[in-house]
């Protein structure tokens, strides 16, 4: 198996007037059953310095399809609701492929 990532993720949260925590722990929850998803490499939550508000969640993954099959599974879709009042508006994602 290849040990590198040919694909990573960006996802930028932002988080609601006085939700930023919450979201940092929904985030963290997602993050933690995104690791456990067939050939994802790894996830984490970090915090931008360029608005401390705005959360991104990185993940790596071995394939386009791998990671599509995890976003379209019902328990993404699950953590995906549950965030979705936490937030200002949708997460603002972009993938990165290896050159």
Not at 19 to 25: M, P
């Given at each position: 198996?290849?040990?590198?990532?040919?694909?990573v993720r960006l996802s930028r949260h932002f988080a609601a007037a006085g939700?930023?925590?919450?979201?940092?722990?929904l985030l963290k929850a997602v993050a933690e059953a995104m690791r456990s998803?067939?050939?994802?490499?790894?996830?984490?939550?970090?915090?931008?310095?360029?608005?401390?508000?705005?959360?991104?969640?990185?993940?790596?993954?071995?394939?386009?399809?791998?990671?599509?099959?995890?976003?379209?599974?019902?328990?993404?879709?699950?953590?995906?609701?549950?965030?979705?009042?936490?937030?200002?508006?949708?997460?603002?994602?972009?993938?990165?492929?290896?050159?």
């Open positions: 198996m290849n040990d590198h990532a040919r694909l939700r930023r925590d919450e979201v940092a722990g998803a067939p050939d994802c490499f790894g996830a984490q939550v970090a915090s931008s310095d360029r608005d401390s508000e705005q959360l991104v969640l990185i993940s790596r993954w071995e394939s386009q399809e791998a990671m599509e099959r995890y976003l379209g599974s019902e328990e993404f879709g699950g953590f995906q609701r549950e965030l979705a009042s936490s937030l200002e508006g949708p997460p603002d994602a972009e993938n990165f492929t290896t050159a």
